[in-house]
């Protein structure tokens, strides 16, 4: 079961990575359906990509799962 709203997870996921330090993560996007947080977007290295899945994972609850989908390049 997931706590808390589809628009408060999603807007908990969007702020963690555009909240990041790195540039690169401001442009991830973040949807949220059937209980899955989708990130997608290119970035620069497997660094940034795993960067952006753990501050997601962070910010939303942990029984919401996280669909790494961003392309590296």
Known sequence: MVSGS????????RTAV??????????????FENGIVRLEGRVASF????????????????????DNRLEVG
Do not use: D, M, N, T
């Open 6 to 13: 589809a628009e408060a997870i999603c807007l908990s996921a």
């Open 18 to 31: 555009q909240g990041a330090a790195h540039p690169q993560l401001h442009r991830v996007r973040c949807e």
């Open 47 to 66: 660094y940034l990509k795993q960067v952006a899945q753990h501050l997601v994972g962070r910010a939303v609850p942990s029984s919401v799962a996280i």
